[in-house]
Every structure is written in C-alpha cells, then in structure tokens.
C-alpha cells in the first residue's frame, strides 16, 4: 500500500496541483509580503477549484475522515505531508514538531499516535525527516536556539551516540544528512516502543511502521526502515549500521570497527 502511494503517476500528482493551484501573487518577493487578507482570498479560489471539478468534495469531507495514514514529521514549511505523496485532504492523519522527535513525554504526539490506531485504525505510522533539516543541523552544530535547545537534545543524544562515525565523514553535509537518516530510524523505533504500538500489536494489529527520509533538493521520499510486529529486535541496530556504511562509503572512507564508546543501537 505504501509503495503504490510513492508510485503514483505524473499524471495523479498533476491532478492534485492543478485542484490546489491558487492566483499567483507574482515573483518570489511579493509571496514574503502576503497578508491574510491574501490567504482568505486564496482560501476562496482555492475552494471554488475544487468545487468546479468535484462538486460534492466538501460535502463528502464533511462527514468522516477515514486515513490509512499516520504521519509524524518535522514542521518545516517545505515538506507539505499531503502535498509530497500526492494525498488529498482526509487521507493523511498528521503530527508535525521540529526534527520529527517522539519522544515518551510528549502527550501531544502521544495522543495524536493513540487517537490515530485505536479510533481512526490507519494502517501505517510514517515518521518522515528531511535532509537539510534545520533542527537536525542545530543539533550537530550546538547551535542555540532558545527553548527549542531542549527539545533538540533528544536528537543531540542521537549524534553523541555516532559521535565517531558522523564526524568521520569530511563535508558538514554529509554528516548532516546521516544524522537526519539517524534521526528517522531512532524516533520510529520510539514509536515502536510506546505502549500504544505495543499493545496494538500484541492484540493482533497488523499496523506498519516507515521511517522515511525526504530530499528537499529533488521532491523524492526514500524508506529508511521498516517495522511490524514481526521485526526483529536488532532491526533498529542493522539500520543505523546500514546508514552509516554507506554514509562511509559515499564519502569514500572504510567503516571503523564498533567501540565501546560509540553504539549504533
């Protein structure tokens, strides 16, 4: 199911920029200086599109959402869930925070995860991170950030963790888009390992969980790892292995043996 979403046609996707096309404000400056008055304007020839071609979309809207789909990602501007997967409104259930954490004190993505497989009943959980990724890229650096340093932390403790094999790698973007890939696998391990997750498959759900990563250079999603209730409990631990080989090889250095001071679990 997830792969028949990544092969959609041009032709779908089109489909779905063309019912979400709105008046163009001119060149990239004027987008900056858009009021609200602009965006309810938008709002409007935006809704008028899509009643044109479909006129009962709204209607139909209206009475339930039954998404297939949970997706967990980073509130970056750029990654649009629906946009990227070619979904339309009703067919994503979505949580956003910055770096795509989860993290087991947050009740908000928490509750987001329980209303999401034990009321809506998707089918798959997707926690999707990006390359270039701001608080990713505030993690590696210690750059401050304010209160968001605290939030962060969680993904600075993925990088203590790999300290030596990111910092093996010679460009800032290569080790930035490493530990964006780590990010991905560790917080859908997290998923993997609420009570929620736990306790849906040990009731017989079959419910799917894809980490993936997104190319903001090229528009293209890439499945990191994949986790049911069949996985087994190493699988986190070969990905990350996996992730930083070919991080390695990519940047044409040879893989260190594992040490003590540097897990890749």
């Keep these: 199911m ?4 990544f092969t959609r046609s041009a032709a779908v996707a089109a489909s779905q920029v063309a019912l979400t096309q709105v008046r163009s404000h001119g060149n990239q400056s004027c987008c900056n200086n858009r009021s609200m008055a602009d965006l309810l ?11 044109s071609k479909r006129p009962d979309f709204f209607k139909d809207l209206a009475q339930q959402q039954t998404p297939e789909f949970l997706w967990i990602g980073c509130s970056d501007s750029r ?4 946009q990227i997967v070619g979904l339309e409104p009703g067919e994503v259930f979505v949580h956003r925070n910055i770096a795509n954490v989860v993290v087991p004190s947050d009740l908000n993505c928490l509750s987001v995860l329980q209303f999401a497989i034990e009321h809506l009943k998707v089918r798959h959980v997707i926690v999707c991170g990006h390359y270039n990724c701001g608080g990713v890229r505030a993690a590696l650096t210690d750059t401050r950030l304010g209160l968001a340093d605290n939030w962060t932390r969680h993904v600075r403790d993925i990088y203590r963790r790999h300290t030596r094999r990111i910092d093996r790698i010679p460009t800032d973007e290569g080790r930035l888009d490493l530990l964006c ?7 859908l391990h997290n998923v993997a390992e609420t009570t929620i997750v736990r306790n849906a498959w040990a009731a017989g759900s079959e419910i799917q969980l894809h980490g993936l990563v997104y190319g903001l250079a090229d528009g293209i999603l890439h499945q990191l790892i994949h986790l049911d209730k ?9 990905t990350a292995r996996r992730l930083i080989q070919n991080a390695h090889a990519k940047a044409g250095i040879k893989s260190a043996a594992p040490s003590s001071g540097d897990s890749t679990a």
């Design 181 to 187: 890939e780590l990010n991905v696998v560790q917080q």
């Design 41 to 51: 304007e938008m709002n409007k020839e935006w809704a008028a599109t899509i009643s």
């Design 230 to 238: 069949d996985s087994a409990p190493y699988t986190t631990e070969m």
């Design 2 to 5: 997830l792969r028949s979403v």
């Design 79 to 82: 990654v649009p869930a629906n």
